[in-house]
Antibody
């Protein structure tokens, strides 16, 4: 079974860049698409974007100008960078697998999530 | 942008059937999936491709999708089913989540 683990700083200053890495174990990163999803404290889920192991990406239009998702197949990792952060970017950030089947996408395995706070 | 609307809360008595809806324009023409999230935990996929249950998800969870509404049904609801539930669909290649529904079992 695939397992995912997010890692990165828990505190980022306003206007700086948030950087997180998701390490995949129990499966190859060349087998799935890979997603980032976030959840502000006490609020709902927000889709950030996904990457295919080939490097093809797709981002939430509301974040597209600030988001970059990349993949490192040699390390079985994928990463998220979010630039020019503000307090509104404070959230638990989840990485997840994104499976595709007959026109249907779904996130079947999730990491435990990591809280990133934006504060000076 | 595409939007999915869920009721903020649903209450059900133990053993009864809980129904959670997710509404969006022509949602029946897209595939919907559902996630369960308990406090302090990561979401868990409970329904995908409108009606399919992942391995390990109890048979009491079922889904449907037609017209503008996708529905998650929990038959014989148990106390352990109390959680937040989120629907998700895809507008072309853009993922969209509903706002979430808090299911209370009382």
């Amino acid at each position: 079974q695939v397992q995912l683990q997010e890692s990165g700083p828990g505190l980022v200053k306003p206007s700086e860049t948030l950087s997180l890495t998701c390490t995949v174990s129990g499966g190859s990163i060349s087998s799935y698409y890979w997603s980032w999803i976030r959840q502000p404290p006490g609020k709902g889920l927000e889709w950030i974007g996904y990457i295919h192991y080939s490097g093809r990406t797709n981002y939430n239009p509301s974040l597209r100008s600030r988001v970059t998702i990349s993949v490192d197949t040699s390390k079985n990792q994928f990463s998220l960078k979010l630039s020019s952060v503000t307090a509104a970017d404070t959230a638990v950030y989840f990485c997840a697998t994104l499976s595709y089947d007959s026109g249907s996408y779904y996130n079947d395995y999730w990491g435990q999530g990591t809280l990133v706070s934006v504060s000076s | 942008s595409y939007e999915l609307t869920q009721p903020p809360s649903v209450s059900v008595s133990p053993g009864q059937t809980a129904t959670i809806t997710c509404s969006g324009d022509k949602l029946g023409n897209k595939y919907a999936c559902w996630y369960q999230q308990k406090p302090g935990q990561s979401p868990v996929l409970v329904i995908y491709q409108d009606t399919k249950r992942p391995s390990g998800i109890p048979e009491r969870f079922s889904g449907s999708n037609s017209g503008n509404t996708a529905t998650l049904t929990i038959s014989g609801t148990q106390a352990m089913d109390e959680a937040d539930y989120y629907c998700q669909a895809w507008d072309s290649t853009i993922g969209v989540f509903g706002g979430g529904t808090k299911l209370t079992v009382l």
